[in-house]
C-alpha cells in the first residue's frame, strides 16, 4: 500500500510550488519568515487535506482516502543545500503517516524533490542515530521497516533531522529539518486515526 501513499506523495510533489522569493531566500541562507503550516498535498486516493494543527514545524493533516482515512504529520526543510550549489528542486517534505484501515502507523517517508539517483539510498541522521532510507523515483521509506518505530522514536526526542541523497544527474542535497512540535503533531495524528 505504500503505492497509494507514493501515488499521493507524488501528486502532492507536482502541484505544490514554493515561492520564488522563499527559494531565493534559502538558497541565499538568508533568515526565513516565521514558519507557518506547511502546504497540504493532497491526501493518497484524492481526498482533500483537512490541518488538524499545527504544532512548531509540524503540521498534522487528516483526509479521507478510498481505503479508509489518512492521517499525517508534515514538515517542510528549515534549511537545505546542494553539492553544485544553487541546483533547482522541486518542493521537499518529509511525511509521517498513518493508514489505520491497511494496519500502517507512523511510516516515515521523504520526497526530496528531484529523481534520485536508481538504486541508492538516502542517509538520515538524527543526533548521534542514523538510518537508510531505500528510493524510488523522487521518495525515501526506511530500508529496514523493522527500525521505523526507533527512528520515530529517536525522532521524537531530536532537535533535528539530516537527510541526504544524490540525485540522477549527481547533484547532492543535504536539507534539515526541525523536529520541534513533532511529538505534538504525532499525537493530534494519532488521536484523529485511533
Known amino acids: 500500500m505504500r503505492n497509494i501513499v507514493r501515488i499521493g506523495l507524488a501528486v502532492a510533489a507536482g502541484l505544490l510550488a514554493v515561492p520564488a522569493v522563499a527559494q531565493a531566500q534559502a538558497q541565499a541562507k538568508k533568515p526565513a519568515a516565521p514558519k507557518q503550516a506547511a502546504p497540504a498535498p493532497p ?28 492521517c499525517y504529520a508534515l514538515a517542510t526543510p528549515s534549511s537545505t543545500r546542494t553539492n553544485p550549489p544553487n541546483k533547482p528542486r522541486d518542493p521537499t517534505y518529509l511525511f509521517i503517516s498513518t493508514r489505520p484501515a491497511e494496519n500502517v502507523h507512523n511510516e ?15 542517509g ?28 520515530v522514536e529517536t525522532m521524537r526526542k531530536g532537535q533535528d533531522i539530516i537527510v541526504t541523497g544524490i540525485s540522477s544527474r549527481g547533484t547532492q542535497s543535504t ?20
Open 43 to 70: 491526501a493518497p486516493g484524492g481526498g482533500h487535506p483537512n490541518l488538524l494543527g499545527q504544532f512548531g514545524d509540524w503540521g498534522a493533516y487528516a483526509a479521507a482516502s478510498g481505503s479508509g482515512k489518512v
Open 175 to 194: 536539507d534539515r529539518y526541525s523536529l520541534k512540535g513533532l511529538s505534538q503533531a504525532l499525537d493530534r495524528t494519532a488521536k484523529e486515526c485511533r
Open 108 to 122: 516515515v517517508s521523504v520526497i526530496i524533490g528531484y529523481q534520485l539517483k536508481p538504486d541508492s539510498e538516502v
Open 124 to 151: 538520515v541522521e538524527i543526533g548521534n542515530n542514523k538510518f537508510v532510507m531505500y528510493t524510488k523515483a523522487d521518495g525515501a521509506w526506511i530500508s529496514n521497516a523493522a527500525e521505523e518505530a526507533r527512528m
